[in-house]
Every structure is written in structure tokens, then in C-alpha cells.
């Protein structure tokens, strides 16, 4: 029997890139066949054509042994091929309804739409499929788990039955991963296939049937998770071994370097998205901030480091007051940032790699004798940490716009890492990095520890927070749930903090607070 999807020799190039070099991939009914690579790997750019918004260079595509030509997504999901990006592409405003059926809106008597048989279908789907979705519910009023439930319905109640999933763990509570996969499992138990699409070594290991590694746009094995283990895919993603455990000895918390009392910070929109927090971070220790994404740690971040200014509350930075400072002043007491939106707050995107180098520097020795820039002291700098930190450009006079966007991020890395500091503020400082990478950068963390930094650590990776973290603050809906111990902490424990159950009620469940 024909596999149910077949890529043959697919090749795409950009100016300057082979983004796929002869990718062959198939998967089979019923199978969950996992897609793993660094950052700029290919695996977007392969499913982007698999889903018709990019078009292949050579290659061909077969759908249950019938080759086909993806022109768009509607050609796509016509073929039954659909597709959840890691970022949802739900209408908050809308029912659940109102968004599955969207675009593919059913009719009563003429324009009239049908939503009572629409709603009685998407009930059913989700009985069927055990998502436990009510049609009936508001997207905005959602939890973020469902989204994505609303997400997978839309695919099935177009008929889709091969389910690209990108990166779809990436803003899930470990309870609602352990949900997910359940919700994964029944799928392909009723005959769906699904490509999964992820970075994570151990979620991969868990949930899928077949491995396919991509490495700089080419396959570099097929295995089964039978067959592997975590240092083994890590070392195909990257091409040689890497550590997946981070080493640290017990931190030596000195005097207190940041302060942040009962702050209150607003979002956008100009609703409350920090409310009344309280902590400080020591020299010498890392505290970690553990939440899924958007319950107000952008809105801190953003406030320590003076992008953001607070409506309540006082921050202190070696007893200066800061609450109202600019991001300069804040800098110039020995504060590094890296960013949570890189291209955003992190980098000028028409600049060089060189002068992105120096961003916050340009203007002290030796980069500047007066004010007369040294260009080639600069030059050197740039030369020697785009070495150090692995960048991969073609030159330091590449406009950064031009380079991946792991290697943007190794730039602001670079940057902040280049200087003497006394509290670095580390918002999702790992994103969009390979394993290689993510070694690195996790034993510079550690290394500035060591040196008596004080590390405020935010990460929506959980793994993360515990590997690095000597205490643990958990976020949720714009309060702190509790500070931990790290070696009290556990994944349960954590993920109903961040689900946001009472710290009281994760104690009577057997967790430590």
C-alpha cells in the first residue's frame, strides 16, 4: 500500500540559501512521524511547501500514491492536508463556531448562514475525537489548551485527515501536553496521519512513531524512538554531540541586586497584566519565571528594563530606584537585556551584524575615543564574538535582517554577554536556537551566576526553568503564584501553579511549596 503522503528529491532555494536540498519524507496511515532540526534546518520551509504557500523548485509530492500540485492552502486542504501553526489563527472575538466554520461557511436558504447544524456537527467531532470543545464559547474566553482544540476541529470539520502540527506544545501547561497527546493518539487511532513538528527531544521520544532529523536543509536520518535516544537525535540536529543536562554547582546568593515591590503594570490595551508582584533576585543566584506565555511576564520584563512604564509599584537596582527610569539609565547601572521579541526591542534590522554588536556601546571606549568612532575596533569586536558565539553570517557588514533567526538571537546574546554586568534580565533567551546553541548559552547563564550576577530568568520552556533556575516563580494571569526552591520543584507541582491552582491546593496534592 502506497504511504499516505510521499515527498520526493523536494528542492526550494532563496537567494543565497538552499532551504531544502533533496528532501525525501513519507508518512504512513495512522502514524505520527516527528520532524526535528536546529533553527534554519528547512523544516518551516518543507511544510510551508507541503501546505501550499511556498511552491518547490524540484520535487514532487504524492497524496496515497497520486501526484499532486499544492498550489495554496485551499488546494491543500482539498487534498485533506491541514495544518495548525504555532501560532493560532483564531478570531478572539468569534464563537468557536463562528471561527471553525470561517471561510467554508455553511447555508440554510441563500445567504442565510447555517450555525445550528454547524454547531451540532462541531459537537459531534468533538465527541467523537475527545476534544471537549463548547461551540457555543467565545475564543477570548478561552484557556490556551482549547485554542488549540478549536484549531485541530477546524482542520477535521474541513476533513483533513493528514495534520500538520507546528511546534504544538510550545504554550502548553505539562498537564495540558500530557492532554494533547492523548487528543493526538485518539486521532490517529481513527485513521488520521500527523507530521509533528518540534524541538523538544523528550516530547518527540514520547509521542511519535518515526523521526526525521533535517540538518541545513537536508535529511540526515529516519529512526524510531526504539532505536535512539535524546543524545542521539541532539547530535544529528547539530552534527556532533552536545550535553542535554546542565551542570551547575550550588548557588552563593550575595546582597540583593533587584527589587521589584507590588507592581502593577498595564498592557496594551490598557488592562492590568502585573498585578501587585513582589520578589528580588540576589547576586550570584538565577530565579526563574515559569508561566505559559502571556500571563504577564512580557509586562515585567519590559518594566525592569524601562520599555514599559509601571502604574504602580516601586523597582530598585542596587538600592537605586528605577521604576521610571529609561532603558539607558537602567543599562548604565550594569543591567544586560536580552529580549523576548528579538527583531522588536533587540536589534536594528537595516543595521550590520557589527554595529548590532555595540548597540548600547558604541558611544564608551574603546569603541569611541570622544566622539570619534573607532570603525576598526568595532570591526575586531564583531570579528572575534561572531567567532566566539557562532554566528552564522556571511559578513559583519551583513545587514542583520539577512541572517536566521537563531543567528539574530546570538547576536543580541553576544552583545549583552560582551560586558561587565551586574543583573541580566533573560526573557526566552533560547528561543529559535538549536540544541548546540541552547549547550552554549545555558553554561554562559550559569557562568554569569557563578561571577555573582544576579540572573531574573523568563522562559516558557519548563525544562529550562528547572535546569537553570535556584528558585522559581510561577506566573498566572499577572500574579505570582508562589516562589520555590528548584530542588523542590517538580513538573506537576509546576504546571498546576501555572494552570493556576492556589499554591494551598497543589500542598494538599502531595506538592511542596
Known sequence: MAPVLELRNITKRFPGVVANDGVHLTLEEGEIHALLGENGAGKTTLMNILYGLYHADEGEILVRGQQVDIRSPSDAIALGIGMVHQHFMLVPVMTVTENIILGAEPTRIGPFLDRRNAAKRIRELS?????????????????????QRVEILKLLYRQANILILDEPTAVLTPQEVDEFFEVIRTLVARGNSVIFISH???????????????????????????ETTEAELAAMMVGRTVSLTVEKKPAEPGDVVLTVENLHVLDERGEPAVRGVSFDVRAGEILGIAGVQGNGQTELVEAITGLRAPVGGRIRIKEVDVTWSSPRHIFELGTAHIPEDRQRDGLVLSYPVRDNLVLNTYYHPPFAVGFRVQGEVIDRHAVRLVQEFDIRTPSIYTPVSHLSGGNQQKVIVAREFSRPIDLLVASQPTRGLDVGSIEYIHHRLIEKRDQGCAVLLVSSELDEILALSDRIAVMYEGQIMAILPAEEATREQLGLLMAGVRPETVQEEGGRT
Open 200 to 226: 523538544k527531544l523528550k516530547e518527540v521520544m514520547t509521542i511519535a512513531d518515526r523521526i526525521t532529523v533535517l540538518r541545513r536543509g537536508k535529511v540526515v536520518g529516519t529512526t524510531t524512538p526504539a
Open 127 to 147: 465527541r467523537t475525537y475527545g476534544l471537549d470543545v463548547d461551540p457555543d464559547a467565545y475564543v477570548k474566553d478561552l484557556p490556551v489548551g482549547i485554542q
